[in-house]
């Protein structure tokens, strides 16, 4: 039953990675509803972004290869530092600073504390509120090319709030990137393109202790099925979303996390599932 349920939670990562709903969160609600009825933990979360970040980085493939490229021939002198690629590699690294210490400082309550389906369901709603204001009144004229120093440091402490399940990765930096006046899709862009170091270095770190300790409902073969399939549907989301967002408002998102955040409340509340 245990691999069916990876498969589940691989299935349920994969769909809600890129969409600003929270994968964390979803991992730790759909956990509860398993027949195991168990929070898939902290390490089982950040390995199986490893598959969906990987599918990323296969669909970003040329984009990624091209900064990377740029920004080392601007190192070596080769390039200006004003050229679009080198910069967008500066903005990566410099937004990816904020979450790497904060996940280091609170790593503990990463762990623990933070995981509390009561805090969950009231991020969902909360950061649904802010998605919303940001998608209608931010002014969604700025295309990439316009990405500041400031704006990288302000998007990469957006996403360091996804260290809370409830808040998003995607959904933490398209809000932010919004009330900034980024388009739609450069917001989403962006952070996709951002969460690359940062779900990277955590998958692995989380990786490395799960293989020399393991944790968590679920073993290391499952939670690599998990990784496997979250690869595999993620890689059809993204380029959904990107074509969603190019013509469509977040309000549907905007909806359903309020719902689901009441619909977690209204759950703990009857003692349906545990906190």
Known sequence: ?????????GLVQGITEFLPISSSAHLRI????????ADPGSAFTAIS???TEAAVVVY???DIVRIIRAWFAAVAGKLPHNDP?????????????PIVILGLVFEDYIDTVFRTLWLTATMLVVFGFFLAVADHYGRQKKPLEELSIRDGIIYGFAQAMALIPGVSRSGGTITAGLLMGYTREAAARYSFLLAIPAVFGSGFYKLIGSVEEPSGPYNF??????????????????????????THSYTVFVNYRILLGLFVYICLGFGIINA
């Open 49 to 51: 972004q490893l598959g």
């Open 1 to 9: 039953m245990q691999w069916i349920e990876a498969i589940i939670l």
């Open 221 to 246: 073969a499952q939670t690599m099925l998990a990784t496997g399939v979250g690869f595999v549907v993620a890689y059809v989301i993204i380029g959904w979303f990107l074509k969603y967002v190019s």
């Open 30 to 37: 759909v956990g509860e509803f398993l027949p195991g009825a």
């Open 85 to 97: 690629d080198v910069r967008m590699g500066w903005m990566i690294i410099v937004g990816s600073i």
């Open 60 to 62: 970003f493939w040329r």
